[in-house]
């Protein structure tokens, strides 16, 4: 599956609430090493025991550094990319700190420390960042500061790089990991909210569809028609706008749920009252898309797929261009699949007598421009007429013997 937007800002919402607690857990893991570090180091001097070389003022220099680090980030309130990098720079602080005064020869391990803390983070730039400066930072502190001289020559600088190195490897696997951990999660969790849309969608299409037999199918082929159209067009490059088209043509109708069954199903000719309860119908399917949250982007093409492209169509009468592509669409999805099926008033008429209806209202009804690419796959919506048919027929059959 390809990053939507939607994803692209899920996971970029997911780092950053994932920085801020690695750099929260990074600071707390440290402040207890150094509290540790300075009472195990305290107890030896005091009771002078000859098991410790480490030097009191830099680890007390460094919990203060913790200190104005910690509340910094709170008093400034930090985002939480500034906060990593200022936490993975107080990490480096800590250890050039640890390698000068731990007092043993192996304190250069202590700078191993900064790719494992960096890959923490997830992020590749980072990770080789910091790596290369605690990199630079070893050679140079071990070659000009060596904890015990005269020991500090070419194959110990490369055995240390060589070390580092592979560690630092580590971690890039580390990252790869946590990469995919992240790509894996919100890929669920986009997968399960579309579920869920769809799962919405076709409860309320059922709860239409249910009140007029002759409906049965009606939302999902004006989707189809609808998809096989817009793939056509520029604007729809973009799979996230195709599907929002493909729900928006399922719910086109959802406003006929408050529209009693006698009027739906009349066979004869409708009241002026019963026309214009009709005519309500994508003001009310717009109003219960727009009160849910999940389902609000589909409004346009719910609310205005009546609207006809010389401004005589309902409910607002918005004209050419004014109206959204999506209902531009919808409407001729919607007019192609009506009388192409049977109803209750009508029979229906063939897809070729269908397609010179919509060329007859090109201009008037639609979107000049829709209809002279729809010539272009007229093919595509045939195919998807004959699909639908065989499912009509088996229902009609199965209401037959119910």
């Not at 502190?141 to 500090?152: E, L, R």
């Not at 195919?383 to 009509?392: A, L, M, P, Q, R």
Request: glycine share 6%.
């Amino acid at each position: 599956m390809l990053p939507t937007t939607d994803k692209l800002i899920m996971l970029g919402n997911y780092y950053k609430i994932h920085n801020e607690q690695v750099s929260t857990k990074i600071l707390n893991a440290t402040f207890f090493y150094l509290l540790l570090s300075i009472v195990w180091n305290s107890a030896f001097l005091l009771f002078g025991l000859p098991f410790s070389r480490a030097n009191l003022f830099l680890l007390l220099s460094c919990l203060g550094a913790w200190f104005i680090v910690v509340w910094g980030k709170r008093l400034l309130r930090l985002s939480a990319n500034v906060s990593m990098h200022l936490v993975l720079l107080f990490m480096i602080l800590v250890v050039c700190c640890l390698y000068f005064g731990s007092g043993y020869r192996e304190a250069w391990g202590f700078f191993l420390l900064i790719p494992l803390i960096s890959g923490f983070y997830g992020d590749r730039y980072v990770l080789i960042l910091y790596s290369l400066l605690g990199l630079v930072m070893m050679i140079f502190v071990g070659h000009q500061y060596p904890i015990v001289s005269g020991i500090f020559d070419s194959i110990d600088l490369s055995n240390r790089i060589l070390l580092y190195i592979i560690i630092a490897t580590f971690s890039h696997l580390l990252l790869k990991q946590l990469n995919q951990l992240y790509e894996a999660q919100v890929t669920t969790i986009m997968n399960s909210a579309d579920a869920s849309i769809r799962q919405v969608v076709k409860t309320f299409i059922i709860a239409v569809e249910a009140k007029d037999a002759y409906t049965f199918g009606h939302s999902e082929r004006v989707s189809k028609y609808a998809i096989e159209l817009a793939r056509n067009l520029p604007e729809y490059r973009d799979k996230k706008k195709l599907q929002s088209l493909y729900l928006s043509g399922l719910l086109h109708d959802i406003g006929k749920i408050n529209i009693p069954e006698q009027v739906l199903t009349k066979s004869g000719a409708l009241t002026k009252e019963e026309y214009e309860l009709i005519k309500s119908h994508p003001v009310v399917g717009g109003r219960m898309v727009e009160k849910l949250p999940m389902l609000g982007s589909l409004k346009p093409g719910v609310l205005y797929h009546h609207e006809k492209w010389d401004g005589t169509g309902y409910p607002t009468g918005i004209k050419g261009e004014e109206i959204p592509l999506d209902a531009r669409i919808l409407a001729i999805a919607d007019v192609f699949d009506a009388v192409t099926s049977k109803r209750s008033y009508r029979e229906a008429i063939t897809p070729e007598e269908a397609f010179e209806i919509i060329e007859q209202g090109s201009g008037t009804h639609f979107d000049p421009y829709l209809v002279d690419k729809l010539r272009e796959i007229k093919a595509k919506w045939i195919e998807v007429y004959n699909e639908s048919s065989n499912e009509i027929k088996e229902f009609e059959q199965l209401t037959e013997f119910l």
